[in-house]
Each structure stands twice: as structure tokens, then as C-alpha cells.
């Protein structure tokens, strides 16, 4: 990943291959942001005027390169946009009123124009570890790139990107004080957070004939063992044994056999405990209810919640959060043969409760129903599910937005109002109790499917069976943000996103701060 540095150097004598300007969409055009103040006097106090006739306006997204100014030992000048000006009701004291995501986005923006840059200096907007820490996660998710698989077999792994070129070597963060404890305590959690998050979008990019549910438990078995999680995982002979007939009838028609991962951080002064559970379809065929054709493309990327939630732990422990912390992944490959479960078989869940397989697609609610339902033994504060479960939520909320629906509504606003701070898109979604009607079966205690129209909900409200009574309980419908099939906007990347593990890193924060209930 890029390597980031804390600098007070001042931007001309600052030797880089780009110098990295923020400019703002003003009412009269654009407007040089702070911390350019330096560049911006370099060019006669006129570089607001200079970038306008190079056609920049100061919109989110856009960006303007022009050649540095004398004795600057930068030859370039990457100007990026950060949206609409602030205005002063949106600055604090000290503040300058530049939202966290703006500069979060403006930072990935110019981050992936520097690909194959060795160094480049970012005189963004800081005004306090808050900014620092959202501009030091722009630079690490939007120089993120997945070329393991580009290549010879003598140069795979060679981390080149488009084009041949490696993602940006170094950034030096202008204004970011190294001796200030509060902004190396930002950049600690930027690195964290955006390493986990990165690991995240490479599992899901990872084509599955390389990551089955065995390939998924081993790289979580590793990662536990090098930041001192306790982990457990469940083969087919012990989900047999435990009754986990959710997992085991959406398993069964693959060579590869499922597998339920527990892991487990723990920190001594904790007093609550989370509990998180990912949806990790390795593969999804639809089973015997086969996709159609153009919908098996890209369901390597059914495993996203799974991804999520053990990205999210593994930050959390290197954190060091005051929270505990238990992620269940739910790993199966849903295939279609001669072992595979069948619309009208009946499973009986782990829970005890038997369900009537309608729809072999809708698999994701059974592995769920069965993770959820051990979490729920341990009793855990709280139980957030995340997954890519319904094209529903795709139709509702479109492709940049996750759905949130919860048993409680305050947890519900909460878990919202965190994916919004951390800049991840989301909207509560309410569980309306007629679709629950919707079903019932004539021979087992519920149904895979309901009614059709707002199938999302639907599948919320079949979760919500499984949690254990006087749980609270958040699932986030991930189907639409999880896997980018067009270009790369912000610091979004083409392809896996690592969607909601910045929601589950703030919840656990926010937990261990005694600010979540």
C-alpha cells in the first residue's frame, strides 16, 4: 500500500513528482482551498483564475493538472475537486468546514491520477486529525488495485497497475504534525482501517476457483494468528454434528464443502460485545434455480459480507478497541448437481426451526439464519448481519447505497447514522409485518420466499426469525455498493469495494466508547 508520511515542509522545497492542491466550487468560480496558500502565491495570488481557463470549476471529481511554478521542485501541480465552498456556518473554530467526505473523495481522485508516481505531496484542507485521517484514507482506498492476477507467471504479484505502472509509492501529508499525537493517532486508524478494508476488496476480487469456503477459513485461520484472535472453524463433518442445515443444504451441491468461521477478539476492559455476521457465498450459481444468463459474471462477489465482517474485526483488534468482537462467516459455494438441495426440500435450521426451500437463489437468508442463530447463543449486546442478499434492495436504493433494516429503531438510526459519518452511502428500511404472511408454509415453520414486491424487506424480515429473543439486531443489505461494475469514481475502485466494513469498524468505536446504547 502507499506509504504515508506526516510533513510540515513547506510545498516548494518539498521534492515529489506532484504537488496536490485542493480547489472548491465558489459562487464566482473556483476557489483555491486551504493549505495551497503556498502554491497559490507562487502563481501571483492568480491560480484560482489560471485553473478556470484550464476549465476547472471546483466540482466534485474533477481534476486539472498544470505545470509547478518556478522553483518549485515538484514539476506538477494536481488540482482536485472538493464540490461546493463551505460557508461559514460550516466552520467551527479552528475549522474550515470542508465535510470529512469531500476530502476523502478528492484525496482517492488524485490518488488514482498518480499511478505510477514515487511520491507526491497533499496540501489538502487540515484542519485537525479528523481531515487528516479522512484524507489518509482517500489516498490509501483510491491508489488501492487488484493485479495478482495480471501478467506472466514469472511476474505475478508484481503490484503493477493500469498500464504497467505500480499504485503511488509515498504521500506526504502537508499541515499533518508528526510529533502531535492526536494526528499520528488519525493516521494510525487510516492505515488500519483502509489495509483491512484493502484486504477486504481482494477477497472479493479473488476469482473463486481460488477462494472456495476451505481457501476463505485458511486466510482467516492466518490473519488470526498474526493479530492474536482466537478462531474457530466448522468443516462439513461438524456442521453435520451441530445440526447446521441452513449451511449445509446451500453447501451441498458443490465439490467444496461449507464451512462456518468463528472469530474472536476480546479486550480485557471490555464491556460490550458485538457480534458481526457475514453472508460468504464463495460462488453463486442460483443452484438448481439457475441464474440466468449475464447474471453469473461477477457472483465471485457474494462472499462481500463475509469479507466485511472479517476485515472489521481484524481492524478492530488492531485498534485495540475496548470492545469484544465476534464475526461469524457463513462460507458456502451454491452450485447446482445432483447433491444440491432442491426447491421444495425442506431444511431444519441449526435453530431448530425447518424451512421450505422454494427459490434455491435465495440462499443467503439460510447461511444467515444459521450464523445468526449462533451468535445469538453467545448473547451478545448486539448483532449486526451484513450481505449481498437481494436485487430487491438494488431496485430500491440503486447502486451506490446499502439498505439498513433493524428489530430496534433506535439501533436502526444509529447503525445509519454511523454508515454516514464514515461516508458509506445507506437508508433505514422499515419490516413491514404483512409481508411476514407472505411466508408461511404448508409443511415447515417458514418459507425461503414471500411476496415479490419488496422482496428486500422480505428477506429482513426471515433473518429476524433467527436472532435470539431481546436481541438487538441490524441487517445491512449490501447487494447494491458491494461490487463496482462500472468506473471508478472517488476513491471507489472498479470491481469489490470493501462496502460497510468502515460501518462496523465506527459501530465498534462507538461501542467501545459507551456512545451506542
Known sequence: MTALTLSTAAAPG??????????????????????????DKAYDGKLAGVLETLGASGAEGELTKLPAPAGFKAPLVVAVGLGEEPGDENAEDGENGYDAEALRKAAGVA???????????????????????????????????????????????????????????????????????????ALARAVAVSEELNRARDLINMPPNDLDPAAFAQIAQTAAKEHGLKVQ???????????????????????SAPRLVKLSYRHPKAEKHLAFVGKGITYDSGGI?????????????????????????????????EVNVTGWLALAENMPSGSAVRPGDVLRMYSGKTVEVLNTDAE????LADALWAASQENPDAIVDVATLTGAMMLALGSRTFGVMANDDAFRSAVYEAAEEVGEPAWPMPLPEHLRKGMESPVADI????????????????????????????????????????????????GGTGSAVRTLVRLAELTAAGDLG
Open 14 to 39: 518539498l521534492r515529489a513528482d506532484a504537488i496536490v492542491i485542493g480547489v472548491a466550487k465558489g459562487a464566482q468560480g473556483p476557489v483555491v482551498a486551504p493549505g495551497a496558500e503556498a502554491v
Open 111 to 185: 490518488a488514482r491520477a498518480l499511478t505510477g508516481a514515487k511520491k507526491a505531496a497533499f496540501a489538502l484542507p487540515v484542519d485537525g486529525p479528523g481531515a487528516l485521517g479522512a484524507i489518509s484514507e482517500g489516498i490509501l482506498l483510491g491508489a488501492y488495485s487488484f493485479d495478482a492476477y495480471k501478467g506472466s507467471a514469472q511476474d505475478t504479484g508484481n503490484a503493477k497497475g493500469k498500464n504497467g505502472k505500480g499504485p503511488l509509492a509515498e504521500a506526504a501529508l502537508l499541515g499533518g504534525k508528526p510529533r502531535d499525537a492526536a494526528h499520528k493517532g
Open 233 to 255: 472453524v466448522l468443516d462439513e463433518k461438524a456442521l453435520t454434528k451441530g445440526g447446521y442445515g441452513g449451511i449445509l443444504g446451500v453447501g451441498g451441491g458443490s465439490a
Open 289 to 321: 434455480s439457475l441464474k440466468p444468463a449475464g447474471h453469473n459474471e461477477t457472483m465471485k462477489c457474494d462472499m462481500s459480507g463475509a469479507a466485511a465482517v472479517f476485515a472489521a474485526v481484524v481492524a478492530a483488534a488492531r485498534l485495540g478497541l
Open 364 to 367: 443467503g437468508r439460510l447461511v
Open 447 to 494: 418459507a425461503n420466499m414471500g411476496e415479490r414486491w419488496g422482496g428486500g424487506l422480505v428477506a429482513g424480515l426471515f433473518l429476524r426469525e433467527f436472532v435470539g429473543e431481546g436481541i438487538t439486531w441490524a441487517h445491512l443489505d449490501i447487494a447494491g455498493p458491494a461490487f463496482n461494475e462500472g468506473g471508478a469514481f472517488g476513491y471507489t475502485p472498479k
